[in-house]
């Protein structure tokens, strides 16, 4: 165990045996990290709001979003992949941004509730799950292979979704969770009971 002396922001603290990065107190993490977490959340209603692709085939044209794709995998029976598409797509990535938004919100305060270091302990599986890159790799690689048989669209959401990537990116390196642990109220200040001692004389047996 070793105890991390005080930085100054944009400093780090290195194990002295491994030279590893064990700290670095990054500049206003809180402030910042809520102001990207808020572009984020427009981003992604934005990206769940409009078409993410069209296809126009032999003078038929169609678009989807984001969820309209998760449907037409249901109804085509892959229930397994829709759920997976919904779930990495759609669940955690809003998990993911309003875990953010709620700990830098309560972070603000001077003694931060302990809901606060609740949801620090699970927003990383929230990250985990949270695959918008992977489902923006697959859409490119379809695009690839269709645009061959058909006129594709890219829709608005297919570029919102690209700037969401390097949003949540930006608001991830931006947090600093022992920041914001230091500042949590585990305890209840309750005041203390008040002790009264006996006289000497009642004391002596």
Same mark, same amino acid.
């Given at each position: 165990m070793q105890r991390l002396p005080p930085l100054e922001p944009g400093e780090s603290a290195r194990c002295p045996q491994c030279d590893e990065e064990m700290w670095r107190r990054r500049d206003d993490p809180v402030n910042r990290t809520l102001a990207l977490a808020i572009a984020a959340a427009a981003l992604f209603v934005v990206a769940n709001s409009v078409p993410m692709l069209g296809l126009t085939v032999v003078g038929r044209s169609a678009s989807t979003t984001v969820f309209g794709g998760? +449907?037409? +995998?249901? @109804?085509?029976? $892959?229930?397994? =992949? @829709?759920?997976?598409?919904?779930? !990495? @797509?759609?669940? *955690?990535?809003?998990? $993911?941004? /309003? #875990? #953010?938004? /709620?700990?830098?919100?309560?972070? %603000?305060? +001077?003694?931060? %509730? %302990?809901? =606060?270091?609740?949801?620090?302990?699970?927003?990383? @599986?929230?990250? !985990?799950?949270?695959?918008?890159?992977? #489902? #923006?790799?697959?859409?490119?690689? *379809?695009?690839?292979?269709?645009a061959d048989y058909a006129r594709v669209i890219p829709g608005i959401a297919l570029f919102v979704l690209g700037a969401l990537v390097f949003v949540l990116a930006a608001m991830e390196a931006s947090f600093d969770p022992r920041d914001v642990w230091q500042r949590i109220e585990w305890v209840d200040r309750a005041p203390e009971a008040s002790i009264v001692w006996p006289d000497a004389e009642e004391a002596q047996p």
């Open positions: 998760v +449907l037409d +995998l249901w @109804a085509d029976r $892959q229930e397994i =992949v @829709a759920i997976l598409v919904l779930f !990495t @797509a759609i669940v *955690a990535p809003g998990l $993911q941004i /309003a #875990m #953010m938004l /709620a700990i830098a919100f309560g972070a %603000r305060r +001077l003694h931060p %509730r %302990r809901w =606060v270091g609740v949801l620090i302990r699970h927003h990383p @599986a929230a990250k !985990t799950w949270s695959m918008i890159e992977v #489902m #923006m790799l697959g859409v490119l690689v *379809a695009l690839t292979k269709i």
